[in-house]
C-alpha cells in the first residue's frame, strides 16, 4: 500500500484544515489507518485512528473533541478534519496504515506497516 498525505497548510490558531490520505497499489478498506504528528525536537505521537469499517474511531486526549477522522472506502481515502487548531498542533502530520492491528495497539506507531510522507501543518497565534 503506498500512501499520499496531503491537506497540510498554514492557518491562524482557531481555524481549521482537512487533511487527506489516500491509498494505492491495494484495496484500503481493510486497514486500520492512523494519523501520527510529530514536532521538532519532539517523538512522533498519535492523534487519531479509524478501523477498517469506519465503525471505531480513536483519537488522543489532546485533540478529541476539535478533530474528527473518517473514511471514504469507495475512494480508498482517509480525512482528519481539524477545527479549533491551536499553535502547538504544529507539526507534521502522517498518516499509517495496517491490515492485522489489535483494538489496544491502534495508537501505537510501531504497530503500523505502511507510511505515507508526511504534510506541514503549521498554526500561529
Known amino acids: 500500500v503506498q500512501l499520499q498525505a496531503s491537506g497540510g497548510g498554514m492557518v491562524q490558531a482557531g481555524g481549521s484544515l482537512r487533511l487527506s490520505c489516500a491509498a494505492s497499489?491495494?484495496?484500503?478498506?481493510?486497514?486500520?489507518v492512523g494519523w501520527f504528528r510529530q514536532a521538532p525536537g519532539r517523538e512522533r505521537e498519535f492523534v487519531a485512528a479509524i478501523r477498517w469499517n469506519g465503525g471505531s474511531t480513536h483519537y488522543a486526549d489532546s485533540v478529541k473533541g476539535r478533530f474528527t477522522i473518517s473514511r471514504t472506502n469507495a475512494k480508498d481515502a482517509v480525512h482528519l478534519q481539524m477545527n479549533s487548531l491551536k499553535p502547538e498542533d504544529t507539526a507534521v502530520y502522517y498518516c499509517?496504515?495496517?491490515?492485522?492491528?489489535?483494538?489496544?495497539?491502534?495508537?501505537?506507531?510501531?504497530?503500523?506497516?505502511?507510511w505515507g510522507q508526511g504534510t506541514q501543518v503549521t498554526v500561529s497565534s
Open positions: 497499489g491495494r484495496t484500503f478498506n481493510r486497514y486500520t
Open positions: 499509517a496504515a495496517d491490515g492485522h492491528l489489535i483494538l489496544s495497539s491502534v495508537s501505537l506507531a510501531t504497530e503500523y506497516d505502511y
